[in-house]
Structure formats: structure tokens, C-alpha cells
T-cell receptor, first 113, second 112 residues
Framework: NAGVTQTPKFRILKIGQSMTLQCAQD?????MYWYRQDPGMGLKLIYY???????DKGEVPNGYNVSRSTTEDFPLRLELAAPSQTSVYFC????????????FGPGTRLTVT | ELKVEQNPLFLSMQEGKNYTIYCNYS?????LYWYRQDPGKSLESLFV?????AVKQEGRLMASLDTKARLSTLHITAAVHDLSATYFC????????????FGTGTRLQVFP
């Protein structure tokens, strides 16, 4: 198992550009999450999904979009990037609501200038 | 709204000393998690605490949970430099939410 994978690892965007952060898991997990972590801060939930075709907003969804067409993939789309979106983005997954373990990907470090 | 607070936010301690990190949460929770994050790295799961009075230990780290006080502690015994990292607690409300709510993190620095 590769676990939770994220691409790219690093990216620099110009203000107003768009991009998609990729997240995939090969553990057949139903629940997937996107978090952002600003420097020196904790994790804030952006969006999450409880299964293919089902997504919901977290604490800080503005400026982002998600889709979940398959169990394996949960891409995060940034439209019209802004400096405030400079952060490290983590994807995570777990099998179900009752699962104890939530697995995190390695993160994507995004800088918007 | 569920809130999770940790203190201290930053802890600088000498090797060999003991200290405790506190995690308070605002509403009833079913499970509490502790994670470790090294600089520039992802989060690593340390402990999952499932019930009142639960205690788990791994090496120099011991975590406990008091659900009545809505408090979890992470105790560090005889700190060593390798424990330098940021520690996060997170709370999960089984059956009420599908997501973990994370605390602010405690950055631990152990010096000789």
C-alpha cells in the first residue's frame, strides 16, 4: 500500500492562477479530508468527503472546490489563487466514521506570490 | 461548536526533565487523538484514547483522558532531544460529526 499520496510536493503560483492539488489513497477508505496548515499553526479543515459523490464544507472552504468521483481520489481545486492561500495542504483519509486511524499524506507546500 | 485548546503553545525544556501538555475541549467527545509533527513533515499518530480514564504509554510519552473534565494530558518523562516536535491533540465526536477538530499544537523544544 502506498497509503495517502499527494502531488505536487511544492508549487509556486502567481496571484489569480488556478491549480489542482491531487490526493489519492489505495486503502479503500471512504472518508477523505483536506486540511491547511499555516506557519506555526494547527490544522484547519477545508473540505471533506464521506464517499464518492458526497462532499461537505469544513471550517475554511472559501476559495476552494472539491470533487469526489471515485473512492480513491479527492482533488482540491484552487481558483484565482490569493496570497492568503499560501500554506501547507494535507490530505487525510480513514475507512469510516468509527475508524480510529486517520492517515495523513506528506503534504503540498503552496506559495502564492 | 467544538473547540480544542492546547497549552502551552510553546515549551522549551531541558533534557531529563518532566513536563505535561494539556488539551481541553469544549463539548462531549468520544475519542481523543495525539499526533506528532516534525518540522516540514506530515502528522504521525501517537495515541487514540477512547474512554474516560484511558491511559496509554509509549516510551517517554504517556497520554491520559478525563472525559468529565474534558481534558487530556500528554506527559513527557525524562525528555530527550528526539522528542523535539510539535504535538497536536484532536477530538472526534462519534456519531455526531465526520471530522476531527485539531488543537492549536504545542511546539516542544528539548535542549541539552
Amino acid at each position: 500500500n502506498a497509503g495517502v499520496t499527494q502531488t505536487p510536493k511544492f508549487r509556486i503560483l502567481k496571484i489569480g492562477q488556478s491549480m489542482t492539488l491531487q490526493c489519492a489513497q489505495d486503502m479503500n477508505h471512504n472518508y477523505m479530508y483536506w486540511y491547511r496548515q499555516d506557519p506555526g499553526m494547527g490544522l484547519k479543515l477545508i473540505y471533506y468527503s464521506v464517499g464518492a459523490g458526497i462532499t461537505d464544507k469544513g471550517e475554511v472552504p472559501n476559495g476552494y472546490n472539491v470533487s469526489r468521483s471515485t473512492t480513491e481520489d479527492f482533488p482540491l481545486r484552487l481558483e484565482l489563487a490569493a496570497p492568503s492561500q499560501t500554506s501547507v495542504y494535507f490530505c487525510a483519509s480513514r475507512y469510516s466514521r468509527t475508524s480510529y486511524e486517520q492517515y495523513f499524506g506528506p503534504g503540498t507546500r503552496l506559495t502564492v506570490t | 461548536e467544538l473547540k480544542v485548546e492546547q497549552n502551552p503553545l510553546f515549551l522549551s525544556m531541558q533534557e531529563g526533565k518532566n513536563y505535561t501538555i494539556y488539551c481541553n475541549y469544549s463539548t462531549t467527545s468520544d475519542r481523543l487523538y495525539w499526533y506528532r509533527q516534525d518540522p516540514g513533515k506530515s502528522l504521525e499518530s501517537l495515541f487514540v484514547l477512547l474512554s474516560n480514564g484511558a491511559v496509554k504509554q509509549e516510551g517517554r510519552l504517556m497520554a491520559s483522558l478525563d472525559t468529565k473534565a474534558r481534558l487530556s494530558t500528554l506527559h513527557i518523562t525524562a525528555a530527550v532531544h528526539d522528542l523535539s516536535a510539535t504535538y497536536f491533540c484532536a477530538v472526534d465526536m462519534l456519531g455526531k460529526t465526520d471530522k476531527l477538530i485539531f488543537g492549536t499544537g504545542t511546539r516542544l523544544q528539548v535542549f541539552p
